[in-house]
């Protein structure tokens, strides 16, 4: 079993690092993440649940734990997460089957930290 709050923690210092050696870039990036997923007339919530149905489908495990973490700190609810898991399902075949475990599996480790 992949240890998704281990793999959060690591991107995390890793992309702090990536940051220091191209922090043009990484400004960017943060700057573009931001405005992505702030309130407007979907609500961050909803951004970081559509964030994640897109992380399943390209089958992204830095991605999942980032977005399960968010969306939980969003607001999101287990169940709109696994409603989430089920509509990447649906749009990305056998793979995103896969990745969909992969999803709850983080959800259930940030959940366990959480509580």
């Known amino acids: 079993m992949k240890n ?13 690092q990536l940051g220091m050696k191209i922090p043009a870039t990484m400004r ?9 997923v702030a ?3 979907l609500p961050s919530k909803t951004k970081e649940l559509i964030s994640l149905g897109i992380a399943i489908a ?6 999942i734990a980032f977005h399960v973490h968010d969306a939980l700190m969003g607001g999101a609810t287990s169940e709109e997460i696994l409603e989430t898991i089920g509509v990447a399902i649906c749009m990305g075949g056998g793979p995103a089957l896969v990745y969909g475990c992969e999803a709850m599996q983080a959800l259930e ?6 509580q």
């Open 4 to 16: 998704y709050i281990h793999k959060y923690e690591e991107i995390s210092k890793q992309m702090e």
């Open 28 to 36: 960017g990036f943060s700057a573009l993440h931001k405005a992505s």
């Open 39 to 41: 309130n407007g007339a």
């Open 58 to 63: 390209v089958r992204c495990d830095g991605c």
């Open 109 to 114: 480790q940030f959940k366990a930290v959480k």
